[in-house]
Nanobody
Framework: QVQLVESGGDLVQPGGSLRLSCAASGSIFSMNSMGWYRQTPGKQRELVAAISSGGRANYADSVKGRFTISRDNAKNTVYLQMNSLKPEDTAVYFC???????????WGKGTLVTVSS
């Protein structure tokens, strides 16, 4: 059993920055991958960024160069630094932990990010 709790969502102006945090109840060191997804009403949840246990990161094309994912295994926390925010970044952001093929997949309940002037 793993619990993920997101925080850091807020209202921010276009061009602004936010840092999201995801605190895990257990060790994220054992997880194959940690990631951030986002979802808006009526749309599919989409991958924003993910980071492997080895520290390799990948990003959606729409956020490359603006967002950075990182993990702190000692603190059992994963972060998403979001810079140069755009209105289209507005969504509920969910933290995800994946234990690899044949393993478990865990989700937080989300944190709302609103980008508006």
């Amino acid at each position: 059993q793993v619990q993920l709790v997101e925080s850091g969502g807020d209202l921010v102006q276009p061009g602004g920055s936010l840092r999201l945090s995801c605190a895990a109840s257990g060790s994220i060191f054992s997880m194959n991958s940690m990631g951030w997804y986002r979802q808006t009403p009526g749309k599919q949840r989409e991958l924003v960024a993910a980071i492997s246990s080895g520290g390799r990161a990948n990003y959606a094309d729409s956020v490359k160069g603006r967002f950075t994912i990182s993990r702190d295994n000692a603190k059992n926390t994963v972060y998403l630094q979001m810079n140069s925010l755009k209105p289209e970044d507005t969504a509920v952001y969910f933290c995800n932990a994946w234990d690899g093929p044949g393993g478990m997949d865990y989700w937080g309940k989300g944190t709302l990010v609103t980008v508006s002037s």
